[in-house]
Protein backbone atom coordinates (compact mmCIF):
# COMPACT_ATOMS: atom_id res chain seq x y z
CA UNK A 1 0.00 0.00 0.00
CA UNK A 2 0.93 3.84 -0.67
CA UNK A 3 3.04 5.65 2.74
CA UNK A 4 0.66 7.66 3.82
CA UNK A 5 1.90 10.71 5.03
CA UNK A 6 -0.20 12.29 7.92
CA UNK A 7 1.61 15.60 9.17
CA UNK A 8 0.76 18.82 6.83
CA UNK A 9 4.52 20.28 8.07
CA UNK A 10 7.02 18.24 10.67
CA UNK A 11 9.82 21.35 12.28
CA UNK A 12 12.58 20.16 13.08
CA UNK A 13 14.88 22.14 16.14
CA UNK A 14 18.65 21.72 15.81
CA UNK A 15 19.75 22.13 19.14
CA UNK A 16 23.32 21.18 20.24
CA UNK A 17 22.95 21.45 23.55
CA UNK A 18 21.17 18.60 25.32
CA UNK A 19 19.90 20.80 28.42
CA UNK A 20 18.32 22.93 26.33
CA UNK A 21 16.28 20.40 24.00
CA UNK A 22 14.99 18.95 27.27
CA UNK A 23 13.87 22.35 28.58
CA UNK A 24 12.28 22.81 24.72
CA UNK A 25 10.54 19.29 25.77
CA UNK A 26 9.74 20.20 29.21
CA UNK A 27 7.93 23.37 28.57
CA UNK A 28 6.03 21.40 25.34
CA UNK A 29 7.86 23.39 22.34
CA UNK A 30 8.46 20.39 20.75
CA UNK A 31 7.15 16.72 20.92
CA UNK A 32 10.53 14.15 20.80
CA UNK A 33 14.33 14.87 21.61
CA UNK A 34 16.32 12.22 20.95
CA UNK A 35 19.14 13.52 22.86
CA UNK A 36 18.43 13.43 26.74
CA UNK A 37 20.80 15.06 29.43
CA UNK A 38 22.31 12.03 30.75
CA UNK A 39 21.87 12.99 34.43
CA UNK A 40 18.18 13.37 33.68
CA UNK A 41 17.78 9.64 33.27
CA UNK A 42 17.36 8.35 36.65
CA UNK A 43 14.29 10.65 37.22
CA UNK A 44 13.26 9.19 33.70
CA UNK A 45 13.09 5.84 34.46
CA UNK A 46 9.10 4.29 34.36
CA UNK A 47 8.27 7.49 32.47
CA UNK A 48 5.76 6.44 29.41
CA UNK A 49 7.57 9.24 27.77
CA UNK A 50 11.07 7.85 27.96
CA UNK A 51 12.48 4.63 25.23
CA UNK A 52 15.19 2.64 25.16
CA UNK A 53 15.72 0.94 22.03
CA UNK A 54 18.38 -1.44 20.74
CA UNK A 55 20.31 0.06 17.66
CA UNK A 56 22.81 -2.42 15.76
CA UNK A 57 26.37 -0.80 16.81
CA UNK A 58 28.95 -1.45 19.36
CA UNK A 59 30.82 1.28 21.17
CA UNK A 60 34.51 0.67 21.25
CA UNK A 61 38.62 2.13 21.89
CA UNK A 62 40.39 2.52 19.12
CA UNK A 63 44.12 1.89 19.73
CA UNK A 64 47.17 3.42 17.27
CA UNK A 65 48.29 0.63 16.13
CA UNK A 66 51.66 2.27 15.00
CA UNK A 67 52.75 4.07 18.12
CA UNK A 68 54.27 1.97 20.81
CA UNK A 69 53.44 0.61 23.42
CA UNK A 70 50.10 0.51 21.69
CA UNK A 71 51.59 -1.74 18.89
CA UNK A 72 52.44 -5.22 21.60
CA UNK A 73 48.82 -7.22 21.32
CA UNK A 74 49.57 -7.83 25.28
CA UNK A 75 49.48 -4.04 25.86
CA UNK A 76 46.26 -3.73 23.95
CA UNK A 77 44.72 -6.58 25.78
CA UNK A 78 45.71 -5.58 29.28
CA UNK A 79 44.03 -2.13 28.38
CA UNK A 80 40.66 -4.23 26.81
CA UNK A 81 40.93 -6.49 29.81
CA UNK A 82 40.88 -3.72 32.39
CA UNK A 83 37.62 -2.54 31.41
CA UNK A 84 34.71 -3.48 33.68
CA UNK A 85 32.09 -3.96 30.76
CA UNK A 86 29.61 -4.14 33.46
CA UNK A 87 29.91 -1.47 35.17
CA UNK A 88 30.41 1.01 32.39
CA UNK A 89 27.33 -0.06 30.72
CA UNK A 90 24.93 -0.55 33.67
CA UNK A 91 26.20 2.54 35.51
CA UNK A 92 28.01 5.32 33.90
CA UNK A 93 25.61 4.26 31.18
CA UNK A 94 22.90 3.80 33.45
CA UNK A 95 21.70 0.85 31.77
CA UNK A 96 21.06 2.46 28.63
CA UNK A 97 23.62 0.10 27.01
CA UNK A 98 24.64 -3.31 26.95
CA UNK A 99 27.76 -4.68 28.31
CA UNK A 100 29.50 -5.98 25.14
CA UNK A 101 30.63 -9.41 24.85
CA UNK A 102 32.11 -9.36 21.45
CA UNK A 103 32.79 -6.43 18.56
CA UNK A 104 29.21 -7.36 16.53
CA UNK A 105 26.65 -7.07 19.01
CA UNK A 106 22.84 -8.10 18.59
CA UNK A 107 20.55 -7.57 16.37
CA UNK A 108 22.49 -8.74 13.04
CA UNK A 109 21.58 -11.73 11.26
CA UNK A 110 23.78 -14.75 10.02
CA UNK A 111 22.96 -17.37 7.11
CA UNK A 112 19.84 -18.99 8.49
CA UNK A 113 17.20 -17.01 8.19
CA UNK A 114 15.89 -15.72 11.43
CA UNK A 115 19.51 -16.79 13.00
CA UNK A 116 21.92 -13.94 14.51
CA UNK A 117 25.62 -13.60 13.77
CA UNK A 118 25.77 -12.86 17.67
CA UNK A 119 24.39 -16.15 18.87
CA UNK A 120 26.36 -17.93 16.15
CA UNK A 121 29.53 -16.53 17.61
CA UNK A 122 28.54 -17.61 20.99
CA UNK A 123 28.02 -20.82 19.67
CA UNK A 124 31.35 -21.39 17.70
CA UNK A 125 33.22 -19.72 19.85
CA UNK A 126 32.10 -18.36 22.85
CA UNK A 127 31.59 -14.83 23.76
CA UNK A 128 35.22 -13.27 24.05
CA UNK A 129 34.31 -11.34 27.20
CA UNK A 130 33.71 -13.19 30.04
CA UNK A 131 31.94 -9.85 31.65
CA UNK A 132 30.98 -11.74 35.21
CA UNK A 133 34.66 -12.24 36.48
CA UNK A 134 36.24 -8.69 36.18
CA UNK A 135 38.67 -9.11 39.06
CA UNK A 136 40.04 -12.45 37.17
CA UNK A 137 40.04 -10.06 34.30
CA UNK A 138 42.21 -7.42 35.94
CA UNK A 139 44.37 -10.15 37.09
CA UNK A 140 44.93 -11.18 34.07
CA UNK A 141 45.38 -7.78 32.64
CA UNK A 142 48.15 -7.25 34.87
CA UNK A 143 50.30 -10.31 34.19
CA UNK A 144 49.76 -9.12 30.49
CA UNK A 145 50.91 -5.94 30.95
CA UNK A 146 54.62 -7.86 33.13
CA UNK A 147 54.51 -9.74 30.01
CA UNK A 148 55.06 -6.92 27.92
CA UNK A 149 57.46 -5.58 30.11
CA UNK A 150 55.58 -2.71 31.92
CA UNK A 151 55.34 -4.83 35.67
CA UNK A 152 52.88 -2.52 37.93
CA UNK A 153 52.83 0.01 35.01
CA UNK A 154 56.66 0.64 35.56
CA UNK A 155 58.22 1.91 32.55
CA UNK A 156 54.93 2.56 30.66
CA UNK A 157 54.77 6.11 29.29
CA UNK A 158 52.13 8.99 29.81
CA UNK A 159 49.76 8.85 27.12
CA UNK A 160 46.27 10.56 26.30
CA UNK A 161 42.53 8.86 25.26
CA UNK A 162 41.22 11.07 22.67
CA UNK A 163 37.12 12.08 23.14
CA UNK A 164 34.59 14.52 22.87
CA UNK A 165 32.08 15.46 25.86
CA UNK A 166 29.21 14.59 24.23
CA UNK A 167 26.77 12.25 26.54
CA UNK A 168 28.84 9.08 28.19
CA UNK A 169 32.14 9.92 26.52
CA UNK A 170 33.52 12.09 29.32
CA UNK A 171 32.37 9.71 31.93
CA UNK A 172 33.93 6.86 29.85
CA UNK A 173 37.04 8.26 29.22
CA UNK A 174 37.04 9.02 33.06
CA UNK A 175 36.33 5.66 34.48
CA UNK A 176 39.01 4.27 31.60
CA UNK A 177 41.27 6.65 33.32
CA UNK A 178 40.60 5.14 36.91
CA UNK A 179 40.90 1.80 35.58
CA UNK A 180 44.11 2.00 33.47
CA UNK A 181 45.39 3.63 36.54
CA UNK A 182 44.98 0.15 38.68
CA UNK A 183 47.25 -0.64 35.92
CA UNK A 184 49.65 1.99 37.32
CA UNK A 185 49.34 3.62 33.95
CA UNK A 186 49.02 7.36 33.65
CA UNK A 187 46.58 9.00 31.32
CA UNK A 188 44.85 12.18 30.63
CA UNK A 189 41.89 12.63 28.78
CA UNK A 190 41.87 15.19 25.44
CA UNK A 191 38.61 16.36 24.98
CA UNK A 192 38.23 17.88 21.81
CA UNK A 193 34.79 18.99 19.71
CA UNK A 194 33.76 16.38 17.65
CA UNK A 195 35.13 17.49 14.32
CA UNK A 196 38.75 17.50 15.68
CA UNK A 197 37.79 14.15 17.13
CA UNK A 198 37.18 12.71 13.81
CA UNK A 199 39.96 14.50 11.91
CA UNK A 200 42.54 13.86 14.72
CA UNK A 201 41.62 9.87 14.55
CA UNK A 202 42.11 9.86 10.64
CA UNK A 203 45.36 11.47 10.51
CA UNK A 204 46.77 9.05 13.37
CA UNK A 205 47.07 11.87 16.24
CA UNK A 206 46.48 10.20 19.21
CA UNK A 207 46.96 7.00 21.38
CA UNK A 208 44.09 5.51 22.19
CA UNK A 209 40.86 7.15 21.03
CA UNK A 210 36.76 6.59 21.79
CA UNK A 211 34.98 4.96 18.91
CA UNK A 212 31.94 3.37 17.52
CA UNK A 213 29.58 2.23 15.07
CA UNK A 214 25.97 2.21 13.82
CA UNK A 215 25.50 -0.50 11.01
CA UNK A 216 24.35 0.89 7.64
CA UNK A 217 22.92 -2.42 6.54
CA UNK A 218 22.44 -5.73 8.14
CA UNK A 219 25.66 -7.48 7.59
CA UNK A 220 28.67 -8.05 10.01
CA UNK A 221 30.71 -6.92 7.01
CA UNK A 222 29.46 -3.40 7.58
CA UNK A 223 31.87 -3.11 11.20
CA UNK A 224 33.78 -5.89 10.73
CA UNK A 225 35.56 -4.23 7.34
CA UNK A 226 36.63 -1.70 9.43
CA UNK A 227 39.53 -2.94 10.67
CA UNK A 228 40.75 -4.01 7.07
CA UNK A 229 44.62 -2.54 6.13
CA UNK A 230 43.38 0.01 4.14
CA UNK A 231 39.99 0.37 4.81
CA UNK A 232 39.50 4.48 5.07
CA UNK A 233 37.93 4.18 8.84
CA UNK A 234 40.31 2.43 9.84
CA UNK A 235 41.71 4.62 12.07
CA UNK A 236 43.81 2.64 14.30
CA UNK A 237 45.57 1.48 11.43
CA UNK A 238 45.55 -2.30 12.67
CA UNK A 239 46.92 -4.70 10.05
CA UNK A 240 46.58 -8.63 9.81
CA UNK A 241 47.16 -10.86 7.11
CA UNK A 242 45.18 -13.29 7.71
CA UNK A 243 42.36 -10.88 8.77
CA UNK A 244 42.72 -9.30 5.37
CA UNK A 245 42.31 -12.74 4.19
CA UNK A 246 39.29 -13.78 5.85
CA UNK A 247 37.10 -10.81 4.66
CA UNK A 248 38.54 -10.38 1.27
CA UNK A 249 37.51 -13.94 0.75
CA UNK A 250 34.28 -12.84 2.55
CA UNK A 251 33.49 -10.32 0.30
CA UNK A 252 33.67 -12.62 -2.70
CA UNK A 253 32.19 -15.69 -1.80
CA UNK A 254 28.71 -16.53 -3.47
CA UNK A 255 28.46 -18.93 -1.00
CA UNK A 256 26.34 -17.48 1.81
CA UNK A 257 27.09 -19.67 4.86
CA UNK A 258 30.93 -19.48 3.90
CA UNK A 259 30.83 -15.62 3.49
CA UNK A 260 29.13 -15.46 7.10
CA UNK A 261 31.67 -18.36 8.36
CA UNK A 262 34.90 -16.23 6.95
CA UNK A 263 33.21 -13.34 8.84
CA UNK A 264 33.07 -15.33 12.06
CA UNK A 265 36.68 -16.35 11.56
CA UNK A 266 37.86 -12.62 10.84
CA UNK A 267 36.16 -11.16 14.05
CA UNK A 268 37.91 -14.08 16.24
CA UNK A 269 41.47 -12.98 14.65
CA UNK A 270 40.51 -8.95 15.30
CA UNK A 271 39.80 -10.03 18.74
CA UNK A 272 42.72 -12.00 19.38
CA UNK A 273 44.72 -9.16 18.53
CA UNK A 274 43.08 -6.64 20.49
CA UNK A 275 42.67 -4.81 17.28
CA UNK A 276 40.17 -2.56 19.42
CA UNK A 277 38.52 -2.92 22.59
CA UNK A 278 34.63 -3.54 22.49
CA UNK A 279 32.93 -1.61 25.59
CA UNK A 280 29.17 -1.45 25.00
CA UNK A 281 25.97 -2.11 22.74
CA UNK A 282 24.56 0.96 21.46
CA UNK A 283 20.73 1.52 22.57
CA UNK A 284 19.21 4.68 21.62
CA UNK A 285 17.28 6.59 24.19
CA UNK A 286 14.89 9.63 24.14
CA UNK A 287 11.64 11.55 24.84
CA UNK A 288 8.41 11.76 23.54
CA UNK A 289 5.34 13.22 24.11
CA UNK A 290 2.57 10.53 24.61
CA UNK A 291 0.21 12.55 22.38
CA UNK A 292 2.72 11.89 19.35
CA UNK A 293 1.33 8.21 18.30
CA UNK A 294 2.12 5.97 15.42
CA UNK A 295 6.36 6.81 15.27
CA UNK A 296 8.72 3.95 14.54
CA UNK A 297 11.97 3.91 15.56
CA UNK A 298 14.81 1.72 14.02
CA UNK A 299 17.38 -0.48 14.78
CA UNK A 300 19.42 1.31 12.37
CA UNK A 301 18.90 4.47 14.56
CA UNK A 302 16.55 6.64 12.81
CA UNK A 303 13.04 7.85 13.08
CA UNK A 304 10.05 7.60 11.41
CA UNK A 305 7.56 9.82 11.50
CA UNK A 306 5.59 10.03 8.12
CA UNK A 307 2.29 8.06 9.53
CA UNK A 308 2.57 10.14 12.91
CA UNK A 309 -0.60 11.34 14.58
CA UNK A 310 -0.54 14.37 17.05
CA UNK A 311 -3.29 14.21 19.22
Request: hydrophobic share 35%; glycine share 6%.
Amino acid sequence: MPQVITFDEIVWNLIEDSNAAYSAYQNGNIAMIKDVPTEEIPSLEGSDEFHIEPIMGTYYVTFNTQKAPFDNVQVREALSLAIDREYVAGTIMQGTYSPAENFVGPGISDAEPGSSFETVTAEKYGNFFDNSNYEANLEKAKELLAKAGYPNGEGFPEFKYLTNDAGYHKAVAEYLQSAWGELGLTMTVNIQEWKTVTADRRAGNFDVARNGWVYDWDDPSNMINLLETNNGNNDGKYSSAAFDDAVNKARETTDLSEHYDLLHEAEHIALEDSAMAPIAYYNDFWLQNTNLKNTWHSPYGYWYFMSGTLE
